[in-house]
């Protein structure tokens, strides 16, 4: 397996199937000139990244044995040295909240954020060594009402929350942490898995809604995964400034990109109430409030 050249940089990339963000991160981080090393559970789905030279390592980011596993190959390739670990690996969790199955909120929440704590506490070694930089992918529904996608919100959310004080906690070893908080951008996460309205779901008139729910990410606003990649790498390979002056001119500690993201990042900077107007809007909920209205009407009648 390769590994870097003298004095070159090395990234860890979570997630790397193809079509998916994580393979776009590689493949950008690669073409700037640094040594990739590109994860996903079933590695031969990395062949052609290893035929560019990439290094690509199998790891099921849930596994602590697996995480242990490429620990210790990781650092036969890049001498115990990561500068970049970038935390991609997710799972999308889309259903009513009275609908929920809490062994399935338990696997989001295990790939979504424990997955992210464990691998930061497995390789902050190699990061300390290298001064390095974490990136945690978040989302935009972190801080937005995402119908129906309640449990997907909450683990977003506790990945900025945790990455907030993570940053705190690793600045005295010189260890830097950016959060990309990424709206809709084009991946393989939207078809992991086809998700029902329960018969006795309280939503079961607004199926319809639902359903259109399910694919919004990949038909509102959807940036390309290339363009998206371009963004995220080139601002984490920006130089340090002071935090009041890293927004504009230095590496981000948070990164809004991706489809709507201006626009959210704008109504936050208004309040709340500007984003909470905006998504009863986009989310169709006057027509969800009719359709359940209705359906509760006719449960009376009969």
């Known amino acids: ?41 079933r590695p031969e789905v990395l062949a052609e990244m290893a035929e560019m030279g990439m290094s ?7 596994d602590a044995e697996s995480i242990k596993r490429c620990h ?12 970049i670990l970038v935390n991609n690996a997710g799972r999308t969790h889309t ?15 295990e790939t979504n954020v424990f997955a992210i704590m464990a691998m930061v506490q497995a390789f902050v070694d190699q990061l300390i060594a290298a001064k390095g ?33 993570l940053r705190f906690e690793l600045a005295p070893f010189g260890v830097r942490v950016m959060v990309s908080m990424t709206g809709a951008v084009k991946s393989n996460t939207a078809s992991h898995g086809h998700r029902v309205i329960p018969e006795d779901s309280l939503y079961r008139k607004a199926e319809e809604i639902f359903q259109w729910r399910l694919m919004f990410s990949q038909s ?19 130089s340090e400034w002071p935090v009041w002056l ?4 230095g590496r981000p500690d948070w990164l809004w990109a991706g489809g709507l993201s201006s626009k959210v990042w704008w109504g936050s900077s ?12 986009t989310f169709r909920m006057s027509q969800l409030t009719q359709l359940v209205q209705e359906d509760i009407m006719q449960k009376k009648l009969n």
Request: hydrophobic residues 40%; glycine residues 8%; positive net charge.
């Open 1 to 41: 397996m390769p590994g870097p050249k003298p004095g070159q940089k090395t990234v860890l990339v979570t997630g790397c199937t193809p079509g998916g963000i994580g393979h776009g991160l590689c493949l950008e981080y690669h073409r700037l000139g640094l040594h990739v090393i590109a994860t996903a559970r």
């Open 220 to 238: 509102n606003s959807t940036m390309d995964t290339t363009k998206f990649a371009q963004r995220l790498v080139t601002d984490s390979l920006r």
């Open 270 to 281: 208004f309040g709340e109430w500007v984003v909470d107007a905006t998504c009863w809007r």
């Open 56 to 62: 690509t390592v199998a790891l099921d980011v849930t």
């Open 95 to 109: 259903h009513p909240a009275t609908d929920i199955s809490l062994p399935d909120v338990r696997t989001t929440f």
């Open 246 to 249: 890293c927004s504009w001119f």
């Open 72 to 83: 210790e190959e990781v650092a036969k390739i890049n001498g115990g040295k990561l500068d």
């Open 133 to 165: 930089l974490v990136i945690n992918i978040s989302s935009l529904s972190s801080v937005t009402p995402y119908l129906f996608g309640s449990v997907y919100c909450a683990s977003k959310a506790a990945v900025a929350a945790y990455s907030r004080t």
